[in-house]
């Protein structure tokens, strides 16, 4: 299989500018003016230098040597350029196989006479092609995962804030599913802060919590027990009543777990607990709020 | 009527499926107090076709009975390792694993009907319906 691209380097080279103006207007066809024509001409001229050095310097049909390393980061790049673009994988594998055809018609006016060596040739570019092709399409899936697992871990650190409602007085307001890793993060930095603020009462409000399943109540029991052993008590608070006939059916025992069906009701209720409440002043104005 | 086939292969696929039954039930027109049994029981049963089963699939279909009453049936499918015993599966608090041993008998109180197959070494198969 050595020696197979014998045509293309040369070829490449004594044809740039024809073949570019004709590879950048099959572009164009396709994404229209997505990306700036300057940009375009830039990326397309920089990868045609590369891949001539490439197919000079390595005459198999593999991508796989060192010859093409270069070219291939670089395709990495314009990859990732057109993945945070928008483009869909095939509008960026678009940016190699569009360079087929322009090849082919320049094979074509070359090796007229000779169709053995056109047949070879076009095998040839095929394979490099093809292969150049896919690495993009892999290359943009790579980007779009590196999106997903930037998020999951933004997600990770956002959905985790534990509140200081009063002295004393912490509250946890959990939203999303709660059967996951997150939960036993959301769980330790709960216990966390309660030691770092010697916390009489934790209120955990599970208001944004679609479904309590026996995993959920099983987390959130562990944590309350846990709770429980450094001395703080938790109240449970935002139990809806479809939640609540859930739970009820589903058989868990919440035990003597305090729990509430709205974060004020808790609220109140851990006040109470710690020797205080509030009262509307006698001046009714919107000034004076509530007082210790 | 309508069928539908969703996967259960990772945690996220829990999501997934939790997901894909809410919206099937808030279309069929379940209540908020159904809608959130459904959704809980298939979470059950979708933990234990991952965690027990070691993996398999759901299929949801919708219904219409004689008198023109819609329901919605759910059933885990898994060639998983089987259960020995379906009765002491079926008892509250009893677990193989490390739950709370509620899943199953949850599930049945939070639906209308409950079949459960088993054969050791074959895989499991749980269906459940709810009517409206």
């Known amino acids: ?292 | 009527m309508n069928h539908e086939e969703l996967q259960i292969r990772t945690q996220s696929d829990i999501v997934l499926v939790r997901k894909a039954v809410r919206e099937l039930t808030a279309k069929l027109g379940f209540g908020l107090t159904d809608q959130t049994k459904i959704t809980t029981a298939a979470s059950e049963l979708a933990r234990n076709t991952l965690e027990y089963g070691l993996g398999g699939h759901l299929e949801m279909e919708t219904l219409k009975n004689d008198l023109g009453k819609s329901g919605i049936r759910l059933t885990f499918i898994d060639q998983g390792p089987g259960i020995a015993d379906i009765a002491l599966a079926l008892t509250d608090g009893f677990t193989s694993g490390k739950g709370m041993g509620m899943g199953l008998s949850g599930s049945k109180r939070l639906m209308n009907e409950f079949t459960i197959d088993s054969e050791m070494g074959k895989g499991t198969r749980v269906s459940v319906t709810k009517w409206k």
């Open chain 1, 1 to 292: 299989m050595a020696e197979q691209n014998t045509h293309l380097s040369s070829l490449l080279q004594k044809n740039e500018q024809s073949l570019l103006t004709q590879w950048i207007e099959a572009q164009q066809r396709v994404i229209g003016t997505k990306i700036s024509p300057q940009e375009l001409k830039i990326q397309c001229m920089d990868f045609l230098r590369l891949m001539v050095e490439a197919t000079h310097q390595d005459k198999s049909t593999s991508i796989d040597g060192p010859a093409w390393v270069t070219a291939k980061k670089m395709l990495a790049e314009v990859s990732k350029s057109r993945t945070n673009q928008g483009f869909s994988p095939s509008q960026t594998a678009l940016f190699v196989f569009s360079l087929k055809r322009p090849l082919f018609d320049l094979l074509r006016k070359e090796l007229v006479d000779r169709p053995n060596e056109f047949a070879d040739a076009i095998w040839a570019i095929t394979q490099i092609l093809d292969q150049l092709g896919l690495y993009t399409a892999e290359m943009h899936q790579r980007s779009r995962e590196e999106v997903i697992n930037r998020q999951q871990a933004d997600m990770l650190e956002l959905s985790t804030p534990v509140v200081k409602l009063w002295d004393g007085i912490l509250a946890l307001p959990m939203i999303g599913t709660l059967d996951s890793n997150r939960t036993q993060i959301v769980m330790e930095s709960l216990l966390q802060k309660i030691m770092e603020t010697e916390s009489e009462i934790a209120i955990i409000d599970i208001t944004g919590v679609p479904t309590v399943d026996t995993l959920v109540a099983q987390h959130l029991i562990k944590t309350v027990t846990a709770a429980r052993l450094m001395g703080t008590e938790c109240i449970i608070s935002g139990i809806r009543p479809q939640i609540a006939a859930t739970i009820v059916h589903l058989g868990v025992e919440l035990g003597n777990i305090a729990t509430k069906s709205t974060l004020a009701d808790a609220f109140k209720l851990a006040l109470s607990r710690t020797g205080r409440s509030v009262s509307k002043t006698t001046t009714h104005s919107p000034a004076t709020g509530m007082r210790k």
